[in-house]
């Protein structure tokens, strides 16, 4: 007897791609060095579509407040709607009126996706069982081959420049680039968590 068993590309690949891979670079401009910031700003400064400026601009918010600042954390998108022409006026206006100290800026500097092919592959196995009903000794052979692999696999890509801007200088205090691949759902996590981190591990952010 035998059986193919063919494994669903889209299962695997979904199994394959289960995170993000990201890295990060990143530079204070000494002149900050004293600098920590308890009340900011999230804006995605060029990301055109509604869905995922909202999605980067949430992602951001929520990975600076478990990453402990402890003030303000306020996401551009709510106050300025996409429906909405930009007003940089009304925006700065805003930020006065908010006391806010920090403008967390994201601007996509290159995205894309990348492929991977995933070579065919087979596997065959046999068993056998010796059957010993009224003196027979015939042999039962079973034999199971699988297939799997012999597609491509897309993981987008996206690498995101990020400002953060202190509002009385109107200047950069620092700046990173960071690259993140993976599924499209994980890489506004994923690189939020990175920045988070970072901006926490240099003393940026108020914590206490």
Partial sequence: MRTHVLLAASLLASTLA??????????????????????????????????????????????????????????????????????????????RAEGLEGVLELRVAASGTSRSHVPRSTTTTTTGNLDRNKGSRNVDLRTTTTESGGYDVYTPWMRLEVHLRDVAKNEVAWVGYTTSSGPAQWLADSQATAVAGRLAADGLLKTR
């Fill in 18 to 95: 289960g995170c993000a891979t990201t890295t990060l670079r990143a530079v204070r401009d000494p002149a900050f060095a004293q600098v920590s910031y308890e009340h900011l700003l999230v804006r995605a400064m060029d990301i055109s579509d509604p869905e995922q400026r909202m999605m980067y601009e949430d992602a951001f918010a929520t990975q600076l407040q478990r990453h402990g600042a402890r003030g303000k954390v306020l996401k551009c998108y709510e106050q300025f709607p996409p429906m909405r022409k930009v007003d940089e006026a009304a925006i700065a206006k805003f930020i």
